[in-house]
Each structure stands twice: as C-alpha cells, then as structure tokens.
C-alpha cells in the first residue's frame, strides 16, 4: 500500500497525470469531512439488512425483516411500507417496480411502487436469497442466494428465473460496472466472482488475498476499482480489469457494508463498532484513511445517494441478550421499539 499523496516529476508520472482526472469535486489536498446531521425515527422493532439509495426517485430503501420500508430522502418522510417478507435482506428498483428479496422462504417479491401492491413472487431455485443488483444493459436481476451459494437470473421482462450460475460459496454482495459484468463478494472462499451478465456465466474468480470473510462491495466504475471490506478490518481495492489487489487499508472492527461516492473520491466501510471509516481515492492508485467517523454500535449497512453525497446507515437501540439454547447458541438481543433509526451522514461545508 503507498499512502503517498505527492506526485514525482517523472515523465511516467506526468502521463499518469495527463490520462486520469480526479473525479468530479474530489479534492486531493483536502478530501470533504464528514459529519451525522440527521436521524430519521422508523417504526417498530424488527431488525434490518441492506439500505439502497434511489437517486432519481429520491428514495431509500430500508428492509426491515417482514417488510421494505421505502423513506423519502427529502423530508425522512416514510412514503410506503412493503409487506409480507419473510425475512428480507436487498430490494432494488427496477422502473416503476421493486425487487426484494425473501430469504426465509426462497422467493424475491416484486412490488408495484405506484401503488405498493405485490404483483408477482418468483422463486429463486437456490437457498438464502440475500444482496441482489439489476442490470438493466440485459433487463436482468441477479440475486445472490447467500446459503446455496448460486446466483438466481431473474429476466424482468417475464418475471421469471431464466438462468442459475453454479455455486460460489456463501455470496454476499454485488456491484455492477455498466459495461455489462457484475462482481460479487464469496464470504467463504474470499474471492471476488465476476460474471458476464449478457451470457449468465461465471468468467472469472479473484482471490482477495488477506482479505477474511468479505462482505460489503462497492465500485468505481469511471476508475475500474472495487472496495471489498473484510472481516479481519481491512479494506481491499481490486483492480477490476484484472482483478490484482491495488492497495490494502485498515477500517473499523466489525464491517459489513461498503459504497463509493463518484462525486467525493470516497470509499466508506460501515463497522459494527459504530465507526464509518471514509478512505479516499487520491487517483487509482493512491488511497488512504481520512477519517473514522463515530456513527452508532450496530450501523453496519450502508448506501450512498450520489446526487446529495448523504450517507445512509441504520442502526437501533438493544434490550438484555436471552440466554443460549442448543436450539439457538448465539442469541441476538431484541431491538428496543421504536429505536430504529437512520442515520445521515454528508460533507460538511468547506470552510472559507
């Protein structure tokens, strides 16, 4: 890892220069800080997994156990509330329509956002449906069934699964690049799977390396780099052409989520801990931790709105851990109602 923001005045150098333009509004000198500004209150006491963040709908995304909780970025106002989930983990828009994914019973569920009806349930011929990605170059989604370790394709124009890529290792999540390949963390086997979205197939396994158990995903597409965060506190950028390990960094314990802001140049890995770590992208290949921002013990879920450069992150209240039981070792303690909350986190105003 090189941590060096300097440049040499070398020949090569200076071509480097001249081929890569930061990304737009990213500061080399002086990346943005970042703060907590807001908590939107949600209802209830079931737990949580994935946030997705929809820009153009100004939208997010919350699942919430049994149920989507959709929250309007503009106001914290909750605009619907998706039923009838057992056990969800991703939801993904799709036009006018959501994808969710039901983990207990091995469907996802497609609701109609116009009027918050569910219009069909596909069931996923895997195990553990989990983190899904739409790719709309092919009019796909494709949903990482977590516990069979495959991917389900599901053609949105017939709503039905039209291929299944064969097992991977427990998978978890995935990002796109728009040219038509998705990559996708394997928890088990530490690689990054990346696969031909046009043809439904597998084309390549990378190895992370040192990277333990990674989980959250995130991409720099204009750059081709991918931020896996692992359960060993690091974070590995991958080089997604070729998928060689740029640069390894330290992040906060306990990590789950990653996203990328193509507007700031930064990289963020959401930890149980309660710390945001914020690492960021000096050029592609020069990266280094700004800062690891305090958030709330448990905020391990993450997504980013690109438009407004807020940070999403859910987080709750916990009452006394029940005791073990053979039939459950590792109790979970009840979320306390009415705790759940989502914190908001953006750059602060520059300072004149």
Same mark, same amino acid.
């Given at each position: 890892?090189?941590?060096?923001?300097?440049?040499?005045?070398?020949?090569?150098?200076?071509?480097?220069?001249?081929?890569?333009?930061?990304?737009?509004?990213?500061?080399?000198?002086?990346?943005?800080?970042?703060?907590?500004?807001?908590?939107?209150?949600?209802?209830?006491?079931?737990?949580?997994?994935?946030?997705?963040?929809?820009?153009?709908?100004?939208?997010?995304?919350?699942?919430?156990?049994?149920?989507?909780?959709?929250?309007?970025?503009?106001?914290?106002?909750?605009?619907?509330?998706?039923?009838?989930?057992?056990?969800?983990?991703?939801?993904?828009?799709?036009?006018?329509?959501?994808?969710?994914?039901?983990?207990?019973?091995?469907?996802?569920?497609?609701?109609?956002?116009?009027?918050?009806?569910?219009?069909?349930?596909?069931?996923?011929?895997?195990?553990?449906?989990?983190?899904?990605?739409?790719?709309?170059?092919?009019?796909?989604?494709?949903? +990482?069934?977590?516990?069979?370790?495959?991917?389900?394709?599901?053609?949105?124009?017939?709503?039905?699964?039209?291929?299944?890529?064969?097992?991977?290792?427990?998978?978890?999540?995935?990002?796109?690049?728009?040219?038509?390949?998705?990559?996708?963390?394997?928890?088990?086997?530490?690689?990054?799977?990346?696969?031909?979205?046009?043809?439904?197939? +597998?084309?390549?396994?990378?190895?992370?390396?040192?990277?333990?158990?990674?989980?959250?995903?995130?991409?720099?597409?204009?750059?081709?780099?991918?931020?896996?965060?692992?359960?060993?506190?690091? +974070?590995?950028?991958?080089?997604?052409?070729?998928?060689?390990?740029?640069?390894?960094?330290?992040?906060?314990?306990?990590?789950?989520?990653?996203?990328?802001?193509?507007?700031?140049? +930064?990289?963020?890995?959401?930890?149980?801990?309660?710390?945001?770590?914020?690492?960021?992208?000096?050029?592609?290949?020069?990266?280094?931790?700004?800062?690891?921002?305090?958030?709330?013990?448990?905020?391990?879920?993450?997504?980013?709105?690109?438009?407004?450069?807020?940070?999403?992150?859910?987080?709750?209240?916990?009452?006394?851990?029940?005791?073990?039981?053979?039939?459950?070792?590792?109790?979970?303690?009840?979320?306390?109602?009415?705790?759940?909350?989502?914190?908001?986190?953006?750059?602060?105003?520059?300072?004149?």
């Amino acid at each position: 890892m090189n941590t060096s923001t300097g440049r040499a005045f070398a020949p090569f150098a200076i071509a480097g220069a001249l081929l890569w333009a930061p990304p737009a509004g990213a500061a080399q000198d002086a990346p943005p800080t970042y703060a907590v500004i807001d908590r939107i209150h949600l209802p209830g006491a079931q737990g949580w997994d994935y946030l997705e963040a929809d820009p153009a709908g100004h939208r997010l995304f919350v699942t919430r156990g049994d149920s989507v909780m959709v929250v309007d970025t503009r106001d914290g106002s909750l605009l619907t509330t998706l039923p009838g989930v057992q056990g969800a983990h991703g939801a993904v828009p799709v036009g006018d329509f959501a994808y969710v994914t039901s983990g207990r019973n091995n469907v996802v569920l497609v609701y109609d956002l116009r009027t918050g009806a569910l219009v069909d349930t596909v069931p996923v011929q895997g195990e553990g449906p989990d983190a899904l990605v739409a790719e709309p170059t092919v009019g796909k989604v494709f949903v +990482m069934n977590h516990r069979s370790g495959n991917i389900a394709v599901i053609d949105t124009a017939v709503r039905r699964v039209t291929a299944t890529i064969p097992a991977l290792g427990q998978l978890e999540f995935a990002v796109r690049d728009g040219h038509g390949r998705i990559f996708v963390n394997s928890e088990e086997t530490g690689e990054i799977a990346v696969i031909d979205a046009a043809s439904a197939k +597998m084309v390549a396994r990378w190895s992370l390396g040192g990277c333990e158990e990674p989980t959250g995903l995130a991409i720099d597409a204009a750059h081709e780099r991918l931020f896996s965060v692992c359960a060993n506190e690091r +974070m590995a950028i991958v080089d997604s052409r070729t998928g060689a390990v740029v640069a390894t960094l330290p992040i906060g314990k306990h990590p789950d989520g990653a996203a990328f802001d193509p507007g700031t140049g +930064m990289a963020f890995s959401s930890n149980g801990e309660g710390t945001l770590t914020l690492v960021h992208e000096d050029d592609p290949a020069h990266f280094r931790v700004v800062a690891n921002l305090p958030t709330q013990p448990g905020a391990r879920t993450i997504a980013v709105d690109p438009a407004t450069h807020r940070v999403y992150l859910t987080a709750a209240s916990y009452g006394p851990r029940p005791e073990a039981t053979a039939e459950n070792p590792h109790p979970r303690p009840p979320v306390v109602p009415g705790s759940v909350v989502v914190l908001v986190v953006a750059p602060e105003p520059a300072a004149h």
